[in-house]
């Protein structure tokens, strides 16, 4: 399983998990459980997450930290559209957290800032 944490100006952490099999969900099952599910629903979590084209985000306000996990994709575009719909989920959780405008310039370009990040984490040579 590949890991990529997003750092959102020291008052945020994103976790991103993607690439995963089989072998890996001990250890996704750990982190969904540390993130504060229950044991049945981190189960029902990975039974969602087994399939492709699906993802999921995990919020803890305590931690102030986000996970991602991004399944496997029929295609590249399917894998993007889930990554950033995860990350919207995960805006939400910090817009919401510190009382910032939906529909404010600071929302916008925190999803913007998370998915360039995202993009150059996990895209190193796609633009060589």
Not at 82 to 105: C, G, N, P, Q, R
Request: net charge negative.
């Amino acid at each position: 399983m590949e890991n990529k944490y997003i750092d959102v100006g020291k008052k945020w952490g994103v976790v991103v998990n993607y690439d995963y099999d089989l072998m890996d969900y001990d250890e996704m099952w750990a982190i969904m459980r540390s993130f504060g599910l229950t044991s049945k629903n981190a189960n029902k979590a990975l039974k969602i997450l087994s399939n492709y084209n699906t993802g999921m985000s995990i919020t803890n306000d305590d931690l102030k930290m986000s996970t991602i996990f991004i399944s496997k994709a029929s295609t590249p575009s399917e894998w993007w559209n889930t990554a950033i719909h995860e990350l919207k989920h995960v805006a939400d959780a910090i817009i919401s957290y510190y009382d910032v405008e939906w529909d404010s310039e600071d929302a916008a370009y925190l999803t913007g800032y998370m998915t360039k990040q995202l993009v150059e984490s996990v895209c190193e040579h796609c633009y060589d």
